[in-house]
Structure formats: C-alpha cells, structure tokens
C-alpha cells in the first residue's frame, strides 16, 4: 500500500488513477457498531445515523448475547426502532456454529437484513455453504482471508455473496484488485473491511473508487483512535456518503503530533 502510495505520488495521481480511473465520485458508507442490549440498541443504532446521515447500520451478535434467542431479539428491536427504510447488517464475528447461524437467521427472516458477516468461523467454508444454501439473508465474508486463493475457494464453494478484503490482511491494494475482479466473475459484490486505521481506510477507499462492484464502505464507530485521528484528513460522512479525495496517492496526511504521542522508540 505504500508503494502504492508513493507511484501516486511521485506521478501526481491519486492511486485509483493508477488503477483505471474512478467510476463514482463518493460512496454510501454504513455505520459500524452496534453492541447495546435489545434494550438500548435502537437509541444506540439511531445515534450513529443522526451523527452521519447514515442510511444502513451493522450491529454485533453471536457468542457476545449467550444465545440465538437473545441475538435475535436485538436485531428484531433494531428492525423495529429503525423501521423499514434503513439498512441492518449484522456480524456474528464467525462466532455461531452451523445450526446457530441457521436458527438466527430462521429467527430474523422478517427484518430484510442486508447481510449476516461471518455466521460461523471463516475456516469452516463448507459450513458457511451450509448456512448460505439455508437462508435468503445475503452471506457477507473475507475479512479473515489473506489471498485471492482463500477468496477462490470461499466463492467457488457457494459461501459468500458479499466479499470483504482487508486490505492490511491481504496483501495491499494489488491483491484486492484480483479478488474484486474474482468476485465480478460470479456476480457478487465487494464491500472491503476498513476497522484497522486510516491508512487502510484510504486504500480501501482508492479501491472502492475504481472498482465497478463494490457498492458500500464500513466506516466503524467504535473507539477507533487509529482510524479517526491517525490523519489529518480522516474520511468525513455526509448525508451517508464518504467522498472519494483527489489528492495525489492514497489522499491521506499522517498526523504527526498522534504518532509522536504514540512512539514507543
Ligand atoms: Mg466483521
């Protein structure tokens, strides 16, 4: 990635310039969080959407709620605080067994999820082919995968339809570019794993920018100092778009009183 960066720069062009051009000049982000009790987890939802104008938001279930029965129920107060026009994705963190995910996802067939990421643990595919094969709820997945071979076998086994890269995981923006053209070959969506920094969050970004099929970007709002004040240009939500930059590279300035604050040599 930063060689990446640095070609973009010694050129002049922002790195998605490198990769073909952009096809889009911003992209609806979704809001990443969401691990209030069924209590609180609508006024928790609903706050992330009136700090950004987001119009889609991903909550976290699995082993965190002790049970399916508990996961379910917040997602059905979600559905119910939200109503019906705002986007739900949910993220089990790969923590459900097979016969879990498919008793959840049996459970919230009524909420229109936009997708369930990481039913089960990203080294049981066939399992993730199970549950997929067992519900209409698109299958999200690949954050946990390190090359376009891992993403080879997760598409040609029926177990995703949405991929995820990391970028950071994976092998940089040279990587992602052959697992988003992989996934356009079948037909599936990429929507790129960006929780780590804001450097990764750029590259993704430059990826997104030049990519046909990637049609949402996470845009996490957990504690995430790294991601949210590593730069001094961090991606900025407005109306639920985050705007692709024209800066040269990966369009993104190091802070450099944060670094210093957190050098450990
Ligand atoms: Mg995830």
Request: with cysteine; proline share 5%.
């Amino acid at each position: 990635m930063a060689l990446w960066d640095i070609l973009g720069k010694s050129l002049g062009v922002p790195v998605y310039q490198l990769l073909g051009g952009k096809c889009r000049d911003s992209l609806p982000a979704y809001a990443s969080g969401g691990w209030a009790d069924v209590k609180g987890i609508g006024a928790q939802l609903q706050s992330y959407i009136d700090r950004g104008g987001f119009r889609a938001v991903k909550m976290r279930v699995g082993v965190m709620d002790g049970d399916v029965a508990t996961s379910a129920a917040r997602v059905q107060a979600a559905r119910e605080a939200l109503g019906p026009h705002i986007g739900i994705m949910v993220d089990a963190h790969g923590t459900f067994s097979v016969r879990e995910a498919q008793r959840f996802a049996h459970k919230v067939e009524n909420c229109d999820l936009t997708w369930f990421e990481e039913p089960v643990n990203a080294d049981n595919k066939a399992g993730l082919a199970e549950v997929r094969a067992s519900t209409d709820i698109p299958i999200a997945s690949g954050e946990s995968e390190a090359t376009r071979f891992d993403f080879r076998d997760l598409i040609t086994s029926g177990a995703v339809d949405i991929v995820q890269p990391d970028l950071a995981i994976m092998g940089g923006i040279t990587e992602a570019v052959r697992v988003a053209a992989l996934a356009s070959a079948f037909q599936l969506t990429v929507a790129p794993h960006l929780w780590g920094s804001a450097l990764l969050f750029a590259a993704g970004l430059q990826l997104a920018a030049a990519t046909p099929n990637c049609t949402i970007l996470e845009y996490s709002l957990g504690f995430n100092p790294m991601l949210h004040e590593l730069a001094v240009d961090p991606p900025v939500v407005q109306d639920g778009f985050i705007r692709i930059p024209d800066k040269p590279g990966l369009g993104v300035t190091l802070n450099p009183d944060f670094v210093q604050r957190h050098r450990i040599l």
